[in-house]
């Protein structure tokens, strides 16, 4: 009798002392603690199970072929989002400019026409060129002058994700749309193969509001901001449109989904993807070790630097991938707007239409400049 008594008692102790160890981090069998792939069963999480390597060479062989690109930056009209038409500077007529895409090894020959009424010069931003290529006047070589052309040619030494842009009157014409994606990729192939790739190239400008109107220079009317000479900014892109002028991107369960991300605008834009987390695999064109790549769900995006990040598309529906500085997310005040792109799973019921948008804010309110 004592002897089963004694039994008792360790089982009823060793119930006890289970019980109490659990809010003390010792995880039963039905938390997520013991499960062994939380992304299977909780939606946005799988990328925690991904390994992510970006082809990188230590040595670049070249290819021997010369991919050749002609630019001609010039003013030209462009479509900010339905109804909003600016003077832009652009090359070739767009906004971002063509996309520049070679692969590392190649001899790249970019032959830039100025057809602009000031001058201006490419400056490859993260590239790694010879002193004599990297567009910076007075240091690396004269300005471009309005009706001249100049001939830029390097190797492209590494892969990654860069930009293109003048450095000279930079605010300026960077402000009204002068500027491109560079893209290298590499000799080794990535792990995985990628299923869908996608880039963001943000802007941001300073437009007339209501009532003002912009001059062929990219100026306001008299006793108004002159583009580029204020912090003011009142509109924001995602490759040269804002929301609802962005393209969807159209994605389907189980996809692996490449994102590039470019700031080229003078503004830190903290981007947040929703119902997903992500893993940055590159910055600034230089690949993250898999052990360093970090899991999270909003990146800030400071001027001038590049980001490769990588999601699973594992919850289906529609989402947005936006700013999280909210005036981001507004065109001239009026949200939504701006720094917004949607992301739509195959299959996905179409989203209702879109309802009067109303300020949220009056525009250029004072202290309020970006």
């Given at each position: 009798?004592?002897?089963?008594?004694?039994t008792i008692a360790i089982i009823l102790g060793i119930a006890f002392l289970g019980v109490r160890a659990w809010p003390w981090g010792m995880p039963w069998a039905g938390s997520p603690?013991?499960?062994?792939?939380?992304?299977?069963?909780?939606?946005?999480?799988?990328?925690?199970?991904?390994?992510?390597?970006?082809?990188?060479?230590?040595?670049?062989?070249?290819?021997?072929?010369?991919?050749?690109?002609?630019?001609a930056a010039r003013k030209a009209t462009w479509e900010l989002a339905p109804g909003k038409i600016v003077q832009a500077l652009t090359y070739n007529g767009t906004v971002p400019g063509p996309t520049i895409r070679v692969t590392e090894g190649d001899t790249v020959r970019v032959v830039l026409k100025n057809?602009?009424?000031?001058?201006?010069?490419?400056?490859?931003?993260?590239?790694?060129?010879?002193?004599s290529m990297d567009g910076v006047p007075p240091f690396t070589q004269a300005p471009i002058k309005p009706g001249e052309t100049f001939t830029y040619e390097f190797v492209?030494?590494?892969?990654?994700?860069?930009?293109?842009?003048p450095h000279?009157?930079?605010?300026?014409?960077?402000?009204?749309?002068?500027?491109?994606?560079?893209?290298?990729?590499?000799?080794?192939p990535d792990e995985p193969k990628f299923d869908r790739e996608f880039s963001m190239v943000l802007g941001a400008w300073i437009l007339p509001a209501d009532g003002q109107h912009q001059l062929p220079g990219g100026e306001m009317m008299p006793g108004a901001a002159v583009v580029g000479m204020n912090m003011n900014y009142n509109w924001f892109t995602i490759n040269g449109k804002a929301f609802p002028a962005t393209p969807e991107w159209?994605?389907?369960?189980?996809?692996?989904?490449?994102?590039?991300?470019?700031?080229?605008?003078?503004?830190?834009?903290?981007?947040?993807?929703?119902?997903?987390?992500?893993?940055?695999?590159?910055?600034?064109?230089?690949?993250v070790r898999p052990e360093l790549q970090q899991v999270m769900?909003?990146?800030?995006?400071?001027?001038?630097?590049?980001?490769?990040?990588?999601?699973?598309?594992?919850?289906?529906?529609v989402w947005v991938f936006h700013c999280h500085e909210l005036h981001h997310t507004e065109n001239d005040g009026v949200e939504p707007g701006g720094l917004v792109q949607v992301i739509r799973y195959e299959g996905a019921p179409a989203a209702p239409a879109q309802p009067q948008a109303t300020p949220t804010m009056p525009a250029r309110m004072p202290g309020m400049g970006h």
């Amino acid at each position: 009798m004592t002897g089963r008594i004694l039994t008792i008692a360790i089982i009823l102790g060793i119930a006890f002392l289970g019980v109490r160890a659990w809010p003390w981090g010792m995880p039963w069998a039905g938390s997520p603690a013991a499960r062994s792939d939380p992304g299977d069963s909780v939606p946005g999480t799988a990328i925690n199970d991904l390994t992510v390597r970006l082809g990188t060479a230590k040595a670049v062989r070249p290819t021997g072929r010369t991919r050749e690109f002609t630019l001609a930056a010039r003013k030209a009209t462009w479509e900010l989002a339905p109804g909003k038409i600016v003077q832009a500077l652009t090359y070739n007529g767009t906004v971002p400019g063509p996309t520049i895409r070679v692969t590392e090894g190649d001899t790249v020959r970019v032959v830039l026409k100025n057809d602009l009424d000031q001058e201006t010069t490419i400056h490859f931003h993260g590239l790694h060129v010879p002193n004599s290529m990297d567009g910076v006047p007075p240091f690396t070589q004269a300005p471009i002058k309005p009706g001249e052309t100049f001939t830029y040619e390097f190797v492209a030494s590494h892969a990654g994700t860069f930009m293109y842009h003048p450095h000279i009157n930079s605010v300026e014409q960077i402000d009204n749309g002068l500027y491109g994606l560079f893209i290298i990729d590499p000799q080794q192939p990535d792990e995985p193969k990628f299923d869908r790739e996608f880039s963001m190239v943000l802007g941001a400008w300073i437009l007339p509001a209501d009532g003002q109107h912009q001059l062929p220079g990219g100026e306001m009317m008299p006793g108004a901001a002159v583009v580029g000479m204020n912090m003011n900014y009142n509109w924001f892109t995602i490759n040269g449109k804002a929301f609802p002028a962005t393209p969807e991107w159209i994605v389907k369960r189980g996809d692996v989904v490449r994102v590039r991300l470019v700031n080229i605008s003078n503004l830190a834009h903290p981007m947040h993807l929703h119902g997903h987390d992500f893993k940055v695999v590159a910055k600034d064109g230089e690949p993250v070790r898999p052990e360093l790549q970090q899991v999270m769900n909003t990146l800030t995006v400071n001027p001038g630097e590049t980001y490769d990040i990588v999601f699973i598309a594992d919850n289906p529906g529609v989402w947005v991938f936006h700013c999280h500085e909210l005036h981001h997310t507004e065109n001239d005040g009026v949200e939504p707007g701006g720094l917004v792109q949607v992301i739509r799973y195959e299959g996905a019921p179409a989203a209702p239409a879109q309802p009067q948008a109303t300020p949220t804010m009056p525009a250029r309110m004072p202290g309020m400049g970006h």
